[in-house]
């Protein structure tokens, strides 16, 4: 029997499958950006992070990160601002932070598009664009990012640029 999978915001009671999936995806050297149980305690207590969760587990997660510096924020403002003098970007509200992640037995499903579009839910007053940048080599991430409306703006030296807006998947 399928269980129904919950698409919801995080609670503190999912901290520790949430820990677990983002570390699972740091040994797989697909996250550069590495919270502490306790960092991400913070974000889920005091953000909007959105999940999927299947038997009381997440089995994906999308989370902006506001609190901490994971070494990368200053040289994407600096990507985006390059863009934006280029023309190539427009000018708006970028949140520089995102962080997504899911189960590998749970791709295919869906879950990473409908976690997305909880938190551009939440966040669609506070920022017009979300930033991710996709490790080089992960086919897979940059052809359903495609297919969840992220638009690719090349390679930015530290992976492949992709941009979201919060309001509209065609802007």
């Known amino acids: 029997m399928e269980t129904q999978i919950e698409i919801r915001r995080a609670e503190l009671p999912d901290l520790n499958s949430l ?3 983002h570390s699972y995806w740091i040994d797989k050297k697909q996250i550069k950006q590495v919270f502490t149980t306790e960092q991400l305690e913070k974000i889920v ?4 992070v ?5 038997n009381l587990k997440v089995v994906s997660y999308y989370l902006l990160n506001p609190f901490f510096d994971t070494g990368n924020v200053e040289q ?12 190539r970007l427009k000018e708006g509200k970028y949140a520089y932070s995102l962080q997504a992640g899911t189960e590998p037995t749970y791709t295919g499903r869906g ?8 938190l551009r839910e939440f966040y669609k007053d506070k920022y017009d664009y979300f930033i991710g940048i996709m490790p080089y080599g992960n086919e897979a991430t940059e052809k359903s990012s495609l297919k ?3 638009k690719h703006h090349g390679d930015v ?3 492949m ?3 979201i807006s919060t309001k509209d998947e065609n802007d």
């Open 45 to 48: 207590a005091e953000c909007d």
């Open 111 to 118: 879950l990473n598009r409908k976690v997305l579009n909880l």
């Open 19 to 21: 820990h677990e999936l």
């Open 76 to 87: 994407r403002k600096e990507i985006i601002k390059k863009l934006i003098e280029e023309g």
């Open 157 to 159: 030296g530290i992976g």
């Open 161 to 163: 640029l992709a941009v």
């Open 148 to 150: 969840m409306g992220w």
């Open 50 to 54: 959105a999940v999927a969760v299947d």
